[in-house]
Each structure stands twice: as structure tokens, then as C-alpha cells.
């Protein structure tokens, strides 16, 4: 039998107040948009991640995909770094790191931690979540000036040609995900008349919006598309109101959970190139399951995936996966990161 070991590294900070992002007991504006994150390179072979470095400041990691040889990016920059994602042919990473005036800003840098930059300078707008469009000549982002909402924007890749996607829808923008043809974005909108999120679907030029799920009253957030661009992942809430990840149809059908889980919280699901995997804001990278056929009731299906760490008394031994998990308490987040180890 093969015993798992866990390994849990904290960091505690105060939240200065929690919005109606999603919930006031579950998360705060802070976490709807900047969170520690995992994300595949285009070939599969490796993953980049942010954590704490020795001296407990956030930093971004590289690991082989199985989680181990993880190193520091960029041990010589003293700045904090969030939310990378790669750019298309793998070359560069796209990031956040925060100035001194506690501003979110899109950074850039080559995938050896070489020649670091600020994407786009003369804006003086936050900016979080950046997704780069599959033939890499733009960046999706979200962005926000004080005194306004959190909106989607578009810009070249080289941070020209800034454009509010969407400036006449009046919900607050999360987490956007390019379609892999290039030609959709999945989003997170928020209603503050309702308190409800949901994930939306709409044109890069910012026509024909939809709902995804318009008949489900669920929480939905960080949509993700799968490679083929047939699902989308997301996290909702279980009966025991923990976030799940969960996996639809891009029509809205076929709702099924990813796993089967009962304890901690999953957030933040990122599909492997191939499809067949999923790195999570949990403490696992899990097997995906196949499609529930399209047409059949938009419900929860009882079908879930694997985990990958699961004890089925085959795999390699030894090996670590990166994930992270986190709580929300009273004004206070705890960001928890986990290392799950297989020994025999």
C-alpha cells in the first residue's frame, strides 16, 4: 500500500476587505483575480507556478510536469510575481508583479528568467490575469482604474493597441480564457444586483455574447478552455458548498465533476496541451474523463476523473505534484501550497 505525504507551506496575510465577488465567506476581491497559479507549456513538458521562495516571498517556479526539479525563474528580481502564463510557442511567460504602489502590472520575461520587463508601462490601470490568444499576437487581460469595475481588454501582444472589449456591459470581468481557434473568450462576469457569477462566452471583437449556462443558478468562475475546444472547465460549489472543478460542453451541456474528492478546495483549472490532464488550484493533477454527449441534460452526471496521485498500486514512485489549495477566514487568506509524494 503506498502511503501519501503531504508537505504544506504557508503564507498569511490581511485581506484589507472582501467584495461580492462570489461570496463574502469564500472569497475577496484579491482572489477573483490575482491567485497563485499553475499553467502547462505548450509541449507538456514542463509547468510554471507561483510560490513562496526560502524567504517567503511569491515568486514563480518552474517544474517538469510530474512536479519535481522545481526552480526559481528569477531568484535575482525582488519583486512578487502571480498568474503566469506562456506564450505560445513557449519562449516567454507572461506574469504579474505588483510596484510599490501595490498595483497588479502584466510583466514579461524570457522562459530561462532572462530580460524581465514591463508589458505595457505607460498604463497606469491594474492589470491581472493575462491570457495570450493561441497564435500568440494578442493578450486578453483584465483591468481596472480606481473608482471603476473590473473590465476585459485586449492588446497586441507587445501591450499596443489597448481596447475595453466589452465597455457597454456594466459587470465586473474575470479570468479570461482564449477559445484554441483564437476566435472566443470565456470569462467570469459578475452581477452586483444579483451576488450571482457566471461564465460568459463572447467574440473577440466583443459581439455575440452568451451565457454558458443560463438554465444553472450556480457560482461560476475561472473558465478554461479544453485544447480541442469542445469543454470548458470551471469551479462551482458541491452540496457541501466547497469549490469543485467541473466540466461542460461548450454548448452547456454535459455538466460533470472532475473528481471525486470530499475534503479541501479546487480552483483555477488549467488543461494540459493534450487534453487528457488538469492542473488545478488544489493538490493534485488529475486524469480528465471523456465528454458526456452533447444534448444530454446540462445536470451533474455523477461521472468524475481520476486523481492522479490516487493509490491504485501502479505508477512511479516518488513523485511530487505541484497544486495549491486555500482558505479564506475572517479579513485573513491562508495561500497553501502542496507538495502530494508517493512512497511504497
Same mark, same amino acid.
Given at each position: 500500500m503506498q502511503i501519501i505525504r503531504i508537505t504544506t507551506l504557508l503564507l498569511v496575510f490581511t485581506v484589507m476587505a472582501l467584495s461580492q465577488c462570489v461570496s463574502a465567506a469564500v472569497y475577496d476581491e484579491y482572489d477573483c483575480s490575482i491567485k497563485p497559479d499553475?499553467?502547462? +507549456?505548450?509541449?507538456?513538458?514542463?509547468?510554471?507556478?507561483?510560490?513562496f521562495d526560502a524567504g517567503g516571498k511569491d515568486k514563480l517556479f518552474i517544474s517538469k510536469a510530474d512536479g519535481t526539479g522545481a526552480t526559481v525563474l528569477m531568484p535575482d528580481i525582488q519583486k512578487k510575481e502571480f498568474t503566469p502564463d506562456w506564450s505560445h510557442d513557449g519562449k516567454k511567460i507572461f506574469y504579474i508583479s505588483f510596484n510599490k504602489q501595490g498595483n497588479g502590472k502584466i510583466h514579461v520575461v524570457d522562459a530561462d528568467g532572462t530580460d524581465a520587463k514591463e508589458l505595457m508601462p505607460d498604463d497606469s490601470k491594474k492589470?491581472?490575469?493575462?491570457?495570450?490568444?493561441?497564435?500568440?499576437? !494578442?493578450?486578453?487581460?483584465?483591468?481596472?482604474?480606481?473608482?471603476? @469595475?473590473?473590465?476585459?481588454?485586449? /492588446?497586441?501582444?507587445?501591450?499596443?493597441?489597448?481596447?475595453?472589449?466589452?465597455?457597454?456591459?456594466? @459587470?465586473?470581468?474575470?479570468?479570461? *480564457?482564449? +477559445?484554441?481557434? &483564437?476566435?472566443?473568450? /470565456?470569462?467570469? +462576469?459578475?452581477?452586483?444586483?444579483?451576488?450571482?457569477?457566471?461564465?460568459?462566452?463572447?467574440? %473577440? *471583437? &466583443?459581439?455575440?455574447?452568451?451565457?454558458?449556462?443560463?438554465?444553472?443558478?450556480? !457560482?461560476?468562475?475561472?473558465?478554461?478552455?479544453?485544447?480541442?475546444?469542445?469543454?470548458?472547465?470551471? %469551479?462551482?460549489?458541491?452540496?457541501?458548498?466547497?469549490?469543485?472543478?467541473?466540466?461542460?460542453?461548450?454548448?452547456?451541456?454535459?455538466?460533470?465533476?472532475?473528481?471525486?474528492?470530499?475534503?479541501?478546495?479546487?480552483?483555477?483549472?488549467?488543461? +494540459?496541451?493534450?487534453?487528457? !490532464?488538469? %492542473?488545478?488550484?488544489?493538490?493534485? %493533477?488529475?486524469?480528465?474523463?471523456?465528454a458526456v454527449g452533447a444534448g444530454s441534460a446540462a445536470t451533474d452526471t455523477g461521472q468524475s476523473g481520476t486523481d492522479a496521485g490516487a493509490d491504485t498500486g501502479a505508477g512511479d514512485e516518488g513523485k511530487s505534484t505541484p497544486g495549491f489549495g486555500w482558505m479564506v477566514s475572517t479579513g485573513v487568506v491562508l495561500l497553501v501550497y502542496l507538495f502530494t509524494r508517493r512512497a511504497s
Open positions: 499553475g499553467s502547462f +507549456s505548450p509541449d507538456g513538458a514542463r509547468i510554471v507556478f507561483a510560490d492589470q491581472w490575469s493575462p491570457d495570450i490568444s493561441p497564435d500568440g499576437t !494578442k493578450i486578453a487581460y483584465i483591468s481596472r482604474q480606481l473608482g471603476s @469595475k473590473e473590465k476585459l481588454y485586449i /492588446a497586441n501582444i507587445d501591450g499596443t493597441g489597448a481596447e475595453e472589449l466589452m465597455p457597454d456591459d456594466s @459587470k465586473k470581468q474575470f479570468t479570461p *480564457d482564449f +477559445s484554441p481557434d &483564437g476566435t472566443k473568450i /470565456a470569462y467570469h +462576469s459578475f452581477n452586483v444586483n444579483n451576488n450571482l457569477d457566471k461564465i460568459f462566452i463572447v467574440n %473577440v *471583437d &466583443g459581439t455575440g455574447k452568451r451565457e454558458l449556462m443560463p438554465d444553472i443558478e450556480e !457560482k461560476q468562475f475561472s473558465p478554461s478552455y479544453s485544447p480541442d475546444g469542445t469543454r470548458i472547465a470551471y %469551479v462551482s460549489f458541491n452540496e457541501d458548498k466547497l469549490e469543485r472543478v467541473y466540466i461542460v460542453n461548450v454548448d452547456g451541456t454535459g455538466k460533470l465533476r472532475l473528481t471525486t474528492a470530499t475534503e479541501g478546495r479546487e480552483r483555477d483549472p488549467h488543461w +494540459s496541451p493534450d487534453g487528457t !490532464k488538469m %492542473v488545478y488550484n488544489g493538490n493534485t %493533477v488529475v486524469s480528465v474523463p471523456p
